[in-house]
C-alpha cells in the first residue's frame, strides 16, 4: 500500500496546501519569525503530530482486540528536531486503571505504530524535479 500526499504552495506566502491520497485537505505554513504567517502547523511539526496520533490510535485498535477499557488515552510527543540524531520522547496517559502487565504489553504495542517503525528504520528519498515539459530528473540528493 502506498500513500499519497501533494503540497501545492499558495503564491506570496510560505502555506502549502496539502491533499493526502486525493480526500484529505490540510494547510500548512511557517512561523511569522521565519516570514510565514503562523496560520497553521510547519510541516516539521505535522511529524511529532503524526507519530502522538499513530501510537494513540494503536493502542485503543489493540484494546478493542483484548476488550480492554483504556479510558481515554493522551499521547505527548516532544520532538527536539534539532539534536542528532532526532529525538522523540513519548509519554502516553490513561484514564483507566490497569495492572503492571496490560502496561508492559501496551509499551510493546505503542513501540509497534506504523510511523514510529518508519522513523527508525530509516528511509529511501528519490527526487525528480521539472520544469514546464522539460523531462524529469530521477536523482537522488
Not at 9 to 21: E, K, M, W
Request: glycine share 8%.
Amino acid at each position: 500500500m502506498t500513500l499519497k500526499a501533494t503540497a501545492t504552495s499558495v503564491p506570496g506566502t510560505l502555506r502549502q496546501d496539502v491533499v493526502i491520497d486525493g480526500v484529505h485537505r490540510l494547510t500548512t505554513d511557517e512561523p511569522e519569525n521565519v516570514g510565514g504567517e503562523g496560520s497553521a502547523a510547519a510541516p516539521h511539526e505535522l511529524l511529532a503530530a503524526a507519530l502522538a496520533a499513530c501510537v494513540s490510535t494503536t493502542l485503543v485498535m489493540y484494546a478493542r482486540t483484548k476488550a480492554w477499557d483504556l479510558g481515554e488515552v493522551t499521547v505527548d510527543v516532544d520532538y527536539d528536531n534539532r539534536a542528532v540524531p532526532r529525538r522523540f520522547e513519548v509519554d502516553v496517559r490513561f484514564t483507566a486503571d490497569l495492572d503492571r502487565l496490560q502496561l508492559e504489553r501496551l509499551e510493546k504495542v505503542a513501540a509497534s505504530c506504523p510511523v514510529r517503525r518508519s522513523i527508525e528504520t530509516g528511509a529511501e528519498f528519490v527526487e525528480r524535479l521539472t520544469c514546464g515539459e522539460a523531462v524529469p530528473t530521477g536523482g537522488r540528493l
